[in-house]
């Protein structure tokens, strides 16, 4: 029973990991650095849909939607004025990295002036929360949610990548940019659409995190290492391998709390990284 | 007057940790964040060795360092192969797992009631109690550390350090060890690192777990960036001007949780805007 329980948190939680790394990894193989500040898009999404939702009591669909809209326009204006200026100099990806880590530290920092540093829960009633018995487990409706919706947006989204104008513009682009942008593919307009579309993605993990445990500002600090480590370990360079390390990350992390207790669960990505560097640094599956 | 002391004590003790975490990320070219969890490990170890154990302050400033850099040669002796982003990104998991060691371990860190009552320094029968006398240690400590750094970046360890910095895979073809004197520079910034984390703790004589956070070690990288990476005068310029000029926030009368948070915003901000405008900080010479 309780095996049964935990398989389904499993579940539910590389769920929630894949949303996210399939996010960071369309800007690490497209724009080449770490880019951190996928974090602060995350929050952007869990508080927007804080202040529509149970502070404005905006429809959900709408609450939703805004979110969404909003923290990928985070994620897209960070590209315009800030990454891609940094890009088309050709800045060391260092440069990158310290200023997307800047843009993370700044935007929760503003985040937590404006709504607190309490934990903040999305859920509007009890109606929201409540849990569904799924063959003897019992799971909250974001959990349930989540197994449910997410398989059918990753497929989605390798048919977008594989069969789409679009998706055959961004392989291009993650393979070689340049020469892409000298056969004609409109290098600047892809990236925009990539940054833009991964900032929702990491908009509905915060969405999702907000309804499940509550965001504190800090929460997007705390889901960059995973997400992160669930990318390289699973191989930054292929669509699937960022899902596969999702997944692996979220039953190492399920282990972790039925042996050593759920205090100990942030250093599960730390441990299972520094494993991973050591054996095999390419990560799992090649492209 | 003691207001500008207690300054001085904070700019004292930052500039020893500017100076410190800039030899690991100026000298050597590592981008480490690790740098709050070598600062609260030299705080935790001053505290919990005066209070548990009756140890003298100024006996924990010889072993605090020693700890640290142990700690740092133990985790460093992975890290070291990493480059780049992936050596930011062990340092960074290093710091959550220090942050979650602290807050759990109550019985020997007292988690997030943290340490209170680590006493003042004392030496022949001198107690360093008064604010104008911390001053002076803490000033000595920062000029031993000066030294200390100056000393590194002019040897020729310093000048294998650049050398790692500018190009690795060169250096390791000549036949230097690389990831040894990486691993030699973490462990040395650890160590100096540990001392600003001593005085922080017997100055305040209060430490908790949410002191040695992320924030810290951004607050780092931005003095030493600001200051202009790799110039050792340039961490003492940033540590100094990021103590000093956020000070007048205190004026303006904000609640303090909001100011810090302001803080926080600032440091965050001004990095993105150095790494736009100038990457290279106030006295840069070497472009990062």
Known sequence: MIFWQLTLYAISVGMFFSVLAMGWGLILRSAKFFNLAYGGAFLVGGYMMFLFYRMWNVHFVFSILLSLFGSGLYMLLSYKFIFSVLLRRKAKSLILLIASFGLLTATSAILGMIFGNQSTLIARHLSDIYTVNVFGAVLNLAQVVAIVFVPVLIFVFAYIRSSTRFGRAMRAIEDDSEVAELVGIPKDKTLLQIFFISGTLAGLGGIAEGFDLGLIPTSGLIIILPTIVATVVGGMQSFWGGILGAFILAIAQQLTIVFFGGSWVQAVPFVILIIMLLLRPQGILKR | ?288
């Open chain 2, 1 to 288: 007057m003691e207001y500008i002391f207690h300054i001085l004590i904070l700019v004292s003790i930052y500039g020893i940790l500017a100076l410190a975490q800039n030899l690991v990320m100026g000298g050597a070219g590592l981008l480490t964040i690790a740098g709050a969890a070598f600062y609260g490990i030299g705080a935790y170890a001053a505290a919990i060795l005066a209070t548990k154990f009756g140890f003298n302050i100024f006996t924990t400033l010889i072993i605090a360092p020693l700890v640290a850099g142990l700690i740092a040669l133990m985790v460093g002796s992975t890290f070291a192969r990493f480059r780049d982003d992936y050596f930011m990104l062990a340092t960074l998991g290093f710091l959550m797992i220090f942050n979650t060691v602290v807050r759990n371990w109550e019985s020997f860190t007292g988690g997030s009631y943290g340490i209170a009552g680590i006493p003042k320094p004392h030496v022949f029968g001198f107690v360093f109690d008064t604010p104008l006398s911390f001053v002076f240690l803490a000033v000595v400590v920062l000029l031993i550390v000066t030294a200390i750094t100056y000393f590194i970046s002019r040897s020729s360890f310093g000048r294998v350090l650049n050398a790692i910095r500018e190009d690795e895979d060169a250096l390791a073809i000549f036949g230097y060890k690389t990831s040894t004197y990486k691993l030699m520079a973490f462990s040395i910034g650890a160590a100096l690192t540990a001392w600003g984390g001593v005085l922080f703790a017997s100055y305040l004589t209060f430490i908790d777990s949410r002191l040695f956070t992320v924030n810290e070690s951004i607050l780092l990288w931005a003095m030493i960036i600001l200051g202009g990476i790799a110039r050792n005068r340039g961490a003492l310029l940033g540590a100094f001007l990021l103590i000093t000029v956020p000070e007048a926030l205190r004026f303006i009368g904000f609640p303090v949780d909001f100011a810090a948070l302001l803080r926080q915003c600032i440091y965050g901000l001004l990095l993105v805007f150095l790494m736009l405008y100038r990457p290279k900080g106030i006295l840069g010479k070497y472009k990062l």
